[in-house]
């Protein structure tokens, strides 16, 4: 059978809304209510569909048009037929064919394009693509708990007590993951204040939401220099059991080691995870942090990335402790589905970040969340469709289309 030529793409702005508004983090001023998911569809012309966002390629670190990216989709995609994207043995990806490949290697996200083509040509899902399903559910955690303490800085009294509230929101809603923004002493307040607020924090979300809800935090860095107010709020937060600590210092083996040390000390059990920073994984510090066993999960972004990057990572990483925790703030409901497929082939994934948008441009599946946890579907590709009409009424008229 001959494989089915790439005869059209379009890219397409879809808001993607939070569950309320998202406050400050150690590093920025918030995100507000709403992100953008910059939709790609590629359309072959026997009618096959496949999708990717391009938030990577058009996010506020670069300065990238819509223009470029249009030229850059109509080089590596249109006229391509889809058995040219990807090598494929026994069926699972072994690499890239060469030419995509070069194009994938700085633009990770076209790699999810191509397996989700790849598998729907094949009737197969990218899961099986990527290696086999080695989960039938993946766990996902709410990733929304910010400084919204800080939001409105009147209210300073109530603020602890409007982050227990939407942990309290999340939980009735059956999240049993949270991760919990830290940091404040980095830039938002004094360091010592910052550091007894962050512990406030996580002890008050736990009290709410009881000991069988597993926390996580993430300081964006906001304990740089002060390993001194770390080891601090570690020790307060033990009777929270924390999870994971995430970003809470910069990359640095020597840092690392130190951090290490004072967990021993302090008999605390949570995993170190860091490298959503790591932009062309992996870079040296971080391999040499892995070598040294220093830290427990690599985080560089799941779509940025894509799926031939992260099965490049997991080669590099064999032979370590390291295990793979994407992430993926930013990326939407298709970064929360690409997410998913890779968790479900990935055997020492944690858990997914969520950002719980609401449901935008997609068709309702079977890739259902319930307790904790989502449901791993039987599909062809990603199986992840858009809704035609739900797009044609609210999306079209932004929609900028290059055919063969």
């Known amino acids: 059978m001959v494989s089915q030529k790439i005869t059209e793409i379009s890219v397409t702005p879809i808001s993607a809304y939070f569950p309320h508004e998202i406050g400050r983090n150690a590093r920025n001023t918030g995100h507000g209510i709403s992100g953008i998911e910059w939709l790609v569809r590629a359309k072959t012309e026997g009618g096959i569909e496949g999708l990717t966002i391009a938030n990577a390629f058009l996010s506020?670190?670069?300065?990238?048009s819509v223009e470029e990216l249009m030229k850059l989709l109509r080089e590596v995609f249109l006229g391509i037929r889809i058995n040219d994207l990807l090598e494929i043995s026994d069926g699972r990806v072994v690499k890239p064919k060469p030419k995509p490949g070069r194009a994938f290697r700085q633009n990770g996200w076209m790699s999810i394009l191509a397996y989700d083509l790849a598998g729907r040509e094949?009737?197969?899902?990218?899961?099986?693509l990527l290696g086999g399903k080695v989960r039938d559910r993946v766990p996902a955690y709410d990733t929304t708990l910010y400084f919204q303490d800080l939001r409105n800085p009147d209210n300073l009294n109530d603020g602890i007590a409007s982050v227990v509230d939407e942990a309290k929101e999340a939980h009735s809603l059956g999240w049993r993951q949270m991760k919990i923004k830290v940091g404040r002493g980095g830039r938002w307040m004094s360091p010592a204040s910052g550091a007894q607020r962050d512990?406030?924090?996580?002890n008050s979300i736990r009290e709410a939401v009881g000991p069988e809800t597993i926390l996580y935090v993430d300081a964006n860095f906001g304990y740089k220099n002060r390993l001194d107010l770390l080891e601090f709020f570690i020790k307060e937060t033990l009777p929270a059991n924390l999870g994971w600590l995430e970003e809470m210092i910069p990359p640095s083996l020597a840092e690392y080691k130190e951090l290490r040390r004072i967990q021993e000390r302090l008999g605390s059990n949570a995993l170190l995870v860091c490298g959503e920073v790591d932009r062309d994984p992996i870079s040296y510090v971080y391999m040499d942090m892995a070598e040294e066993g220093v830290f427990d999960g690599y985080q560089p972004d799941i779509v940025s990335q894509g799926f031939s990057r992260w099965k490049q990572i997991e080669d590099q990483l064999s032979g370590?402790?390291?295990?793979s925790q994407p992430h993926c703030f930013g990326n939407g409901n298709f970064g929360t589905r690409a997410a998913l497929i890779y968790g479900a082939s990935c055997e020492g994934f944690i858990s997914l970040e969520d950002e719980r948008i609401a449901p935008n441009v997609y068709e309702e599946d079977e890739f259902k969340f319930k307790n904790g946890t989502y449901e791993v579907a039987d599909a062809a590709g990603l199986g992840l469709n858009v809704d035609e009409e739900i797009f044609r009424r609210k999306y079209s008229h932004n929609e900028e289309r290059i055919v063969l």
């Open 199 to 202: 512990a406030d924090v996580v």
């Open 60 to 64: 506020n670190l670069g300065g990238n």
């Open 320 to 323: 370590t402790k390291i295990v």
């Open 122 to 128: 094949l009737g197969v899902s990218a899961i099986d």
